[in-house]
Structures are given as structure tokens and as C-alpha cells.
């Protein structure tokens, strides 16, 4: 029984008992049977802290196996998340080196896009010029 219970059971026995009493013969049936019923109900009180007792230890020794589980999701819950970090880190720098990169490649093109259009206008000149000398040459070939 728990010394909660077994102070308690003191307790009351000793606030139970009677003032001054004559010898335990000569008690009355009735003060007898009332002594027994205290007796009696201060028995099925500890019974019944006894059963509280043991339920809220027991209650209380899941809440501690729980609160390891807790504990122990947290930890792998805080590793999944600095790896998560970590990765996202890694994902940042990769995408700022291939913003660099397409930011280099985006100007080599529009360089190209620059030099392919000189080269399409210097084309078309030449092929103007082209056309030139062959209406020349076709009119120098004509009879007179």
C-alpha cells in the first residue's frame, strides 16, 4: 500500500476513535458496529488510493515511454529537415552557377544573333551586287 494511503488510513483511525472509552468490553453493540463500519470504510478508502495510485503510475509511466517517443521523432524530424536544408543549399548554389551559366550563354547567343545578321545583310549586298554584274554581263553579251 502507498504511504499516502497508509497515512491517510492513520489519520483517519485516529480522528475515528471515540473520547474517552471504557474497556473494549463494555463497549455497546451499536458504538462496536460503528467502530467496525470506519474500520471497514477506511479499509476500502486505502483500496481504493491504492487502485489510484497504481493507475496514475502507470498512466504516468506511459506518458514518460510516450514522451521518449516524442523525443525521439523529434530527433529524426530535426535530421530530416538539416538535411533538407542542406540540400536546398546545394540546389541554391547549383541554380545560381547554372543562372551564370545561362546568363554567359545568353550573350554568346545574342553575339551570334548580332553577327549573323551583318552576315545576312552583307548576303543580300553581295547577291545585289551579284545581280549587278551579271545584268552587265548579260547586256555586254547581247548583239549591238
Known amino acids: 500500500m502507498s504511504a499516502l494511503a497508509l497515512c491517510l488510513l ?56 510516450n514522451l521518449g517517443l516524442y523525443g525521439h521523432t523529434l530527433r529524426l524530424l530535426g535530421q530530416e529537415i538539416s538535411r533538407g536544408r542542406d540540400a536546398a543549399q546545394e540546389l541554391r548554389a547549383s541554380l545560381l552557377d547554372t543562372q551564370a551559366h545561362a546568363d554567359r550563354q545568353s550573350h554568346v547567343v545574342w553575339a551570334l544573333m548580332g553577327h549573323v545578321q551583318r552576315q545576312k545583310r552583307e548576303i543580300a549586298e553581295q547577291q545585289h551586287r551579284l545581280q549587278k554584274i551579271q545584268e552587265r554581263l548579260h547586256t555586254a553579251a547581247l548583239p549591238a
Open 10 to 65: 492513520w489519520t483517519l483511525a485516529t480522528a475515528a476513535q471515540p473520547a474517552p472509552t471504557p474497556p473494549v468490553g463494555s463497549l455497546e453493540p451499536a458504538q462496536q458496529e460503528e467502530l467496525t463500519l470506519l474500520f471497514h470504510g477506511t479499509l476500502q478508502l486505502g483500496q481504493a488510493l491504492n487502485g489510484v495510485y497504481r493507475a496514475t503510475e502507470a498512466q504516468l509511466t506511459e506518458a514518460g515511454r
